[in-house]
């Protein structure tokens, strides 16, 4: 299979990760009534961890020290990123925070730079811009005060940006499999020890609705996703993986709209527009350049 077919298969995983973490947003919204924040991740994360235990059993077996070093790295950014985004949708609606999640786009090429050494783009400076003030009409509310929620929601959007960064330095020179097991039971791991300490009296006699939103983050949204995007980015770069991951911000809109009926006021829609055109300016734009360019090569030479 040919570099191109990688990477559309890749491009098309990905936008089914998006679709997934979309719908989850409101899914975990309504557990979250229910189930403190940190016992959700606890049960999420280590059933999560558990399945892909006996999925990848053999794949485990000949784990090394550098995907060890690679998934406690970027494991502790997800355990970061999850748990200011769960705690922030306590606080916020389930919209708001697909998309401030959704701003970690603009953020990796900056990130990157520290690794790779390439200063962003103009396109790229002006599409952070634009997105921090569709942030701003998102999350200001009428009295200038922004939401404890959403505070937590943009430090979470960091740490995915720092998860997508450091995804693709470490998936090319190790197991993608192997990393996101790490990741994963890393936050299971922590998030259910914490849990525990604070809710002595544990009980896991939650009903089916909470159970089924609690496989569905464990199956599709933690192990699937992460499965998934880690054997992605062996084949794309870290900041057009975050661009098809970001619209898991739109699907979080849409989903928001229908199942969690949340309504969206003109200063909302506004500032959601403002995001998705900072992204894309940030991502479409350039590309979009660098075809015509090579369209205009290819009719000099013919």
């Known amino acids: 299979m040919n570099n191109l077919k990688k990477s559309t298969i890749a491009d098309i995983a990905l936008f089914f990760v998006a679709l997934g973490w979309g719908l989850n947003f409101v899914v975990e919204k309504k557990s979250l009534t229910m189930i403190t924040p940190l016992m959700y991740l606890g049960l999420r994360f280590i059933l999560s961890a558990l399945l892909m235990a006996v999925i990848f059993h053999k794949q485990l077996k000949n784990i090394t020290k550098e995907d060890i070093k690679g998934g406690l790295i970027i494991g502790l950014f997800v355990l970061l990123g999850f748990v200011t985004q769960t705690v922030g949708l306590v606080y916020t609606t389930p919209s708001k925070s697909g998309f401030i999640t959704g701003s970690n786009v603009v953020m990796v090429p900056f990130l990157a730079y520290f690794i790779t050494k390439e200063f962003p783009q103009l396109n790229q400076i002006v599409g952070a811009i634009i997105t921090f003030v569709g942030l701003g009409f998102v999350s200001i509310d009428e009295n200038l005060v922004i939401g404890w929620g959403d505070i937590l929601t943009l430090l979470c ?65 933690t192990a699937g996703a992460f499965a998934v995007q880690n054997v992605a980015q062996k084949y794309t770069n870290s900041t057009h993986a975050a661009v098809i991951l970001c619209t898991e911000s739109i699907f979080a809109g849409i989903f928001s709209y229908l199942f969690w009926g949340e309504p969206l006021a003109l200063k909302t829609v506004v500032g959601f527009v403002l995001v998705l055109a900072g992204v894309l300016i940030t991502e479409i734009v350039p590309a979009r350049a660098t075809e015509c360019i090579k369209e205009s090569a290819e009719t000099t030479t013919l």
Request: charged share 10%; with cysteine.
């Open 157 to 221: 959007a960091l740490c995915f940006a720092l998860q997508i960064t450091f995804t693709e330095y470490y998936v090319k020179k190790s197991n993608p499999i192997n990393i996101a097991f790490i990741q994963i039971a890393l936050t299971g791991i922590i998030t259910m020890g914490i849990a525990i300490i604070q809710e002595p009296a544990i009980s896991l006699s939650y009903d089916l609705e909470i159970w089924g939103s609690i496989l569905f983050g464990a199956v599709f949204c």
